[in-house]
């Protein structure tokens, strides 16, 4: 998504600069994914890529089936390594002798949600996206708004609005998505979820990490949270109650009637106090950072979001009736609406993703990409190794694979497990 990030700090934050200066303006982008966090230089005028980009791997840990973490000190220390590598091959562009970085942006993947302590620092490894330990969290979520639309009379996006992006309020409830996993942690690891200052996302903790500020990214926040994505930014609603019944702005988009009804009423002071949409700034580097990366004090950071959203932008899905296709870990088809409207068997519309004024819905397969890796491993060996990192190469894979009829004789892959 790396050349999406370039076409974001572009085309949202363009870089006008009175006189051309004799040195080539740079920015980064940088994109987190699921096995590894990649960066690539960019030309701030022309989006040309210049240089190399550079991938730093980490791990994933899977302590028990369907379980899957990662370090969040890890993301930061193979972001300093990324970024540097890419800044490092600079050297090899004869294009590019002499540059500056203007800004930096990035981002990542979506519902690998982190709790953070009151110095910011992770009380326990990420709940990857892919992670579906709290698939009872998610049904519990419908039964309580089911049976509190039952005692009340009311149906239930009367009560809970917010559920319309669930199949227009008829579920389910990935187990991906923030709010499960923010509840599991409060039962499961309840001396977590005290100590905890903070419930944010990989993209949150990255941009803290760079500039000191803890803000949360608007696209995150209605594709995953369960949030208005206008209201968020615009502090905008019709009813807004907090969370100990004061009214206040800081809790404008939240979900908190559906908070107080799953017992986690807490949440809305745990999460981020501000939200940015993409292409907002973020703030300058730290001095920790500017001198980790090698890069000026007070270099820009720009609010990237989700990968695959900001995907959409980087590919021009920016226009109502537009489709688009990603793929990746996962595969997610996002159809660019004119309305937030919501139907049965699918998710969305999002209000206010993956830019503010717009509207999305998509449909998907959770772990195509993922499954397609696996089962690459699981029949390499010595004898068809041609690929770059020693196992069977997907170019062969896909030559073998369009020789069998359409049906693959029978056989039926599930995509997640």
């Known amino acids: 998504m790396m050349w999406a990030i370039s076409f974001l ?3 949202l ?47 994933t840990s899977h302590p028990r089936p369907g379980w899957a973490e990662q370090d969040p000190l890890q993301w930061y220390d193979r972001l300093v390594d990324a970024v540097r590598g890419a800044i490092r091959s600079l050297n090899e562009d004869e294009g590019c002798s002499s540059y500056r970085v203007r800004a930096l942006c990035c981002d990542t993947t979506c519902c690998s949600v982190v709790a953070l302590s009151e110095d910011y620092a992770p009380l326990r490894p990420c709940l990857l996206w892919m992670d579906a330990r709290s698939a009872p969290q998610a049904k519990r979520i419908m039964e309580v708004a089911s049976s509190s639309s ?48 903070v419930i944010c996302e990989y993209q949150d903790y990255l941009n803290y990490r760079l500039t000191n500020r803890m803000v949360a990214s608007s696209c995150n926040a209605a594709v995953r949270w369960h949030h208005d994505g206008w209201e968020v930014l615009t502090g905008s609603t019709d009813e807004l109650e907090g969370h100990e019944g004061r009214r206040t702005k800081e809790h404008a988009g939240r979900p908190l009637r559906l908070y107080q009804a799953l017992g986690i009423p807490e949440l809305a002071s ?20 500017a001198n980790d990366l090698g890069l000026p004090l007070g270099t820009l950071v720009v609010q990237g979001g989700p990968d695959a959203f900001v995907g959409m932008v980087g590919l021009g899905t920016i226009h109502p009736h537009q489709l688009c296709l990603i793929t990746g870990s996962s595969h997610l088809h996002c159809l660019v609406t004119p309305h937030p ?48 990192d020693g196992k069977i190469s997907y170019r062969l894979l896909d030559e073998e694979a369009s020789k069998v009829p359409p049906g693959s004789d029978g056989l039926v892959a599930l995509e997640t497990w």
Request: glycine share 10%; hydrophobic share 40%; charged share 20%.
């Open 9 to 11: 700090l572009l085309s």
């Open 13 to 59: 934050h363009p870089l006008t600069l009175a006189n051309q200066p004799p040195v080539t303006d740079i920015v980064i982008g940088i994109d987190g994914g699921t096995e590894s966090i990649r960066a690539c230089c960019f030309d701030a005028h022309s989006g040309r890529v210049l240089g190399k980009s550079h991938a730093a791997p980490y791990a």
């Open 150 to 197: 039952t005692s009340s009379g009311l149906t239930i996006l009367d009560l809970f609005p917010e559920l319309r992006v669930n199949c227009n309020g008829e579920g389910p409830i990935s187990a991906e998505w923030l709010l499960p996993k923010a509840l599991w942690i409060k039962e499961m690891e309840p001396q977590i979820w005290e100590k905890a200052h």
């Open 270 to 289: 745990k999460l981020p106090k501000t939200t940015l949409a993409m292409g907002d700034v973020v703030g300058g580097l730290s001095e920790a950072a």
């Open 341 to 388: 409207v919501s139907k049965s068997g699918m998710w969305g519309a999002y209000r206010g993703a993956p830019l503010p004024h717009l509207s999305f819905a998509e449909g998907g397969q959770s772990s195509t990409g993922v499954l397609a890796r696996w089962c690459r491993d699981l029949v390499s060996s010595d004898s068809n190794a041609r690929g770059e």
